[in-house]
């Protein structure tokens, strides 16, 4: 069946008792059970373990990335730790590719690092650079690709390769592109993790996480940490996600479609000095994108003339597009990562990535392009220097 099929009917059957279409919301702490004997003989006991709204994402979730089985938690961050949590121990080392979402960095160096964990940030672009990065006590390789913010990309097959000849799991943050785009797992990697606050539940209506995993070893030592630790998808958000992912495919063209004329017209403005875009030729990575993925999704940054300065007044005079965080919605949103999103990474380590004080970021909505350009042409107008 055709991806978009499977967006719409993958793992979601119509309810035994009244033939619901939609899988309903199960708002319940615990599940009765029929004898001592039977305990879990429905499946379910206590909703922190197993909830069937949350079981219809994750069976869902699974399918779309081609993986063993999938566990679905509180937000993205969430699933992120709940992978440290299960791959490393004190006295382990892991290597993170160096750009990455700021909340992951902020995990690693101002929580991990107290428990005894050491990490490398690499520049996960470079395959010789992770390499080089693995040590003896090394237990995951973590990359985020396409990059937030700067859209660096990772080889995901060649730097798969090197975690199993080193036999170590390959977790790659598919956030950026979802499954409809890039599948990780079939590239090679072992588990797959997305914050569904973004593309999947597309709508800034929810926040939540998910966790592919391709083996069903790994699938368990996952499981185990999101019912020790407890951060799951309450029902509620699993059924608004159910929602948002059948219309996946649809919303990700039309982001990209948008994206790339939007790409396209800023490439060509006197004002604006630097725009990156995979979909572009001019991108350094452009040849990889096409390798790797089916699309190169509605995220992409420019910087106007007269750096940080130019870049606030350009954020401060749109009018369609919004100032906020968050990205993959319907609504266009811009962002200024240094102070925003990747507030938390340290000055020095953000200039050394390359992500910029004068960098602005653009997650491109659904709107008729028309008039984001329109906005963005009159915001561009006030960039005075
Ligand atoms: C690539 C990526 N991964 C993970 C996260 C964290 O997700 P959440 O905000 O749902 O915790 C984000 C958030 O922006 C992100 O961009």
Known sequence: MGFTTELIHAGVKPDPETG?????VYQSTTF???????????GYSYSRSANPTVRALEEKLALLENGHDCTCYSTGMAAIQAVLQACLSAGDHAVISDVAYGGTYRLCTKVYQRFGVSFTFANSADPKAVQAAVQDNTRLILTETPANPTLKLTDIQAVSDIAQASGIPHAVDNTFLSPYYQRPLELGADIAIHSTTKYFDGHNAT???????KSEELDESIRFIQNAS?????PWVAWLTLQGVKTLSVRMDRQSANAQVIAEFLENHPKVVAVAYPGLPSFEQHELAKKQSDGFGGMLWFEVKGGVDGGKLLMDSVQLCTLAENLGSVETLITHPATMTHADVDEEERRRVGITDGL??????LEDVEDLIADLDQALEHVTA
Do not use: C, F, N, W
Not at 32 to 42: I, T
Not at 207 to 213: H, L, T
Not at 360 to 365: E, I, T
């Open 360 to 365: 602005v970021r653009l997650s491109v909505g």
């Open 207 to 213: 926040v939540g996480g998910a966790v592919i995993a």
């Open 230 to 234: 407890g951060v799951i998808m309450s």
């Open 20 to 24: 619901s279409i939609l899988t309903p």
């Open 32 to 42: 009765v059970q029929e004898s001592v004997d039977k305990y879990l003989s429905k």
